[in-house]
């Protein structure tokens, strides 16, 4: 058997009225969660993009409040959900009146029927009026098991809090069909709310019309903003007018908690007992964030890149070209090179099993690479054979890297040569090069 009667004041019960209002716009039907310290209204949208928790506190909220489950002891809860519909017929908008004119209620007493020697549960709402007229609800309820969204806020970095009467003066601008809502942090100081419909076309018929409300607000008009530069949160407007008319009932102020899009985001206000938050799915774009650096792809010998390497040697950052084999080094000057023109040019014998064809001094021109002015649009391969770069086979130059290159001030050039499979390899060994 399960124990339930709490008295609310009649200010109290037009609260209940409004949240149901509230929540009535994300299910047809509300779920109610009964604890020893607390009253929970529930409510989970049709596609499961919108969870509401609005949580009653037990000593604060209610004249007086005593639950007891059936089993479970002190931990334990009651749980079930109604149509909202039928709650709004009980919790009437004009059953309190600061007047207390004729129709307004004194009190409200609320009680669950769950006894064996009754054939039917109910959910009993008596409204007792001035005049001494009670008016007396019986619901029929459903036993559900309800669950609760999680959320944590630790994760959570963007943060931003504003006056909920604020808001909903900016959100009167938006268009009564517009779908979407994208909140970002523009880079001139602002936070910009735009709502949008994207065109959606059947052929030559349009069924959308596309509309875009932008409305850019000033940092300093917020309570709290820490939100990351350019990131782009994407919620449904329909759910963000009900939230924001809501909490404007209660004259408090709305917070924000998210991460990235595609992660839940929450918005939380409360005041007098009432606790409510709202954890809505996102979408976005969070690729034009001032986001920590990340690492630049390195190439290896199994792909080719247009993008210069992130491990550059020269002040204004653009890649160098690849080592060169002293076989085929040209004569003219190389950029990032200098410092070894003026070393003797090494007289290698001739091997007949050399991947490196020997050629004449007026021939090397011919096969000197094209003079490409602009480096960043350059093809080529890595020469530095990083083992770590892929899971791809590499093979290696047989040159040496001069002093400017990564092992720049480790030692002499002797020193800086590549170890590796030497110049008289096979050509087996280097099947699926060509």
């Known amino acids: 058997m399960v124990v339930l009667n709490f008295t609310l004041t009649p200010e109290a019960a037009s609260r209940i009225h409004d949240l149901l209002i509230c929540l009535g ?49 002190s931990d334990g809860r009651f749980t079930c959900s109604m149509y909202t519909k039928a709650l709004l017929s009980v919790f009437k908008g004009r059953i309190y009146d600061p007047l207390g004119r004729a129709g307004a209620i004194s009190r409200c007493e609320v009680s669950v029927q769950d006894r064996a020697d009754e054939a039917q549960c109910r959910f009993i709402v008596k409204m007792v009026c001035n005049q001494g007229v009670i008016k007396t609800y019986k619901l029929t309820y459903e036993a559900v098991d309800v669950m609760h969204a999680l959320f944590d806020r630790n994760v959570a970095i ?30 001139d100081g ?27 607000v000033n940092i300093s008009d917020f309570e709290d903003f820490n939100v990351q530069q350019g990131l782009h949160i994407i919620i449904s407007n329909k759910d963000f007018k009900a939230i924001v ?15 990235q899009p595609t992660r839940p985001l929450q918005f939380s206000y409360g005041s007098d007992g009432l606790l409510c938050e709202f954890t809505l799915m996102t979408s976005g774009d969070y690729n034009s964030a001032v986001a920590l650096p990340t690492r630049t ?15 550059t040697t020269t002040d204004n950052q653009s890649m ?20 070894r023109t003026n070393s003797p040019k090494p007289q290698l014998d001739p091997d007949p099993e050399s991947l490196f064809v020997g050629q004449d001094d007026d021939e090397e021109a011919r096969w000197e690479p094209a ?30 890297f001069s002093r400017t290159g990564n092992n720049s001030g480790s030692g002499t050039g ?16 280097v099947q699926g090069l060509w």
């Open 25 to 73: 716009k994300f299910s047809d039907t509300v779920a109610i969660e009964a604890r020893h310290d607390k009253f929970t209204f529930t409510a989970l949208n049709s596609s499961k993009s919108t969870y509401a928790a609005l949580t009653l506190d037990s000593n604060t909220f209610f004249t007086s409040y005593e639950c007891v489950p059936g089993n479970g002891g």
């Open 158 to 187: 963007n943060r931003w809090s504003m006056q909920s009467g604020v808001i909903k003066e900016y959100i009167e601008h938006f268009g009564t069909k517009t779908e979407m809502l994208d909140i970002f942090a523009g880079e």
């Open 190 to 216: 602002r936070a910009v709310f735009k709502s949008y419909t994207e065109k959606i076309s059947n052929g030559k018929e349009v069924l959308k019309h596309p509309l875009v409300t932008a409305i850019a």
């Open 245 to 259: 008319t809501h909490a404007d009932t209660l004259k408090t102020s709305l917070k924000a908690y998210y991460s």
């Open 297 to 311: 792809p390195q190439l290896s010998a199994s792909s080719l890149s247009r993008a210069p390497s992130s491990r």
């Open 320 to 339: 160098p070209p690849p080592a060169e084999p002293a076989s085929r080094r040209p004569t003219r000057l190389q950029p990032g090179s200098a410092n």
């Open 371 to 400: 003079d490409y002015s602009n480096e960043e649009e350059m093809l080529g391969w890595d020469a530095s054979a990083n083992q770590d770069a892929g899971n791809f086979p590499t093979f290696r130059d047989t040159g040496s």
């Open 414 to 429: 002797t020193e800086e040569k590549m170890e590796g499979i030497a110049a008289s390899q096979t050509v087996s060994q």
